[in-house]
């Protein structure tokens, strides 16, 4: 497992952020993460911009808003060279741990229907599936909604 450095995202992070956004996450797609959408979540007090450094680089990050009942884990990217490294792991357990602290013991997320590997990804971490909507991504492509309670887990259960 790689141990990555993670911090909250920095504003002149925001075009990076979108630029992977563009190419890992919203392949085939009109972009809305757009850099001025992220910096938008940057000042959202309700929302953590969260990103994985490796030697200063940026190897991933993740974007999760949180309201009174349930977060929404928005985006997780993983640069495809720094993939199967813990990296992604390493997110989630941050933003979770993050929302235990905060009082917030669901969290929510949707995922490409075609995307197997983000499927997996989740459901090894112990996220289930919950649901299907036809169409969710810009009537191009379906999505599998996901969701996990982390009051039937601890934080170590996935570590």
Known sequence: MT???????????????????????????????????IERQLKNHDSVVLVARLGGHIVGFAIM??????????????????RRHGIGRQLVQWLEDTARVAGTFAIRLEVRATNAGARAFY?????????????????????????????????????
């Open 65 to 82: 808003q949180y309201g009174d009942d349930a977060a929404h884990l928005n985006l997780l990217a993983v640069e495809a060279g720094h």
């Open 3 to 37: 141990e990555a450095h993670l911090s909250p995202a920095r504003r002149d992070d925001a075009p990076r952020l979108a630029a992977m956004s563009r190419r890992l996450i919203e392949s085939g797609l009109d972009p809305c993460w757009t850099a001025e959408r």
């Open 123 to 159: 459901a090894n971490l112990g996220y289930r599936e919950t649901g299907w909507v036809r169409g969710y991504y810009q009537g191009v492509e379906d999505a599998v909604r996901f969701s996990r309670d982390l009051s039937l887990a601890s934080s170590a259960e996935t570590r």
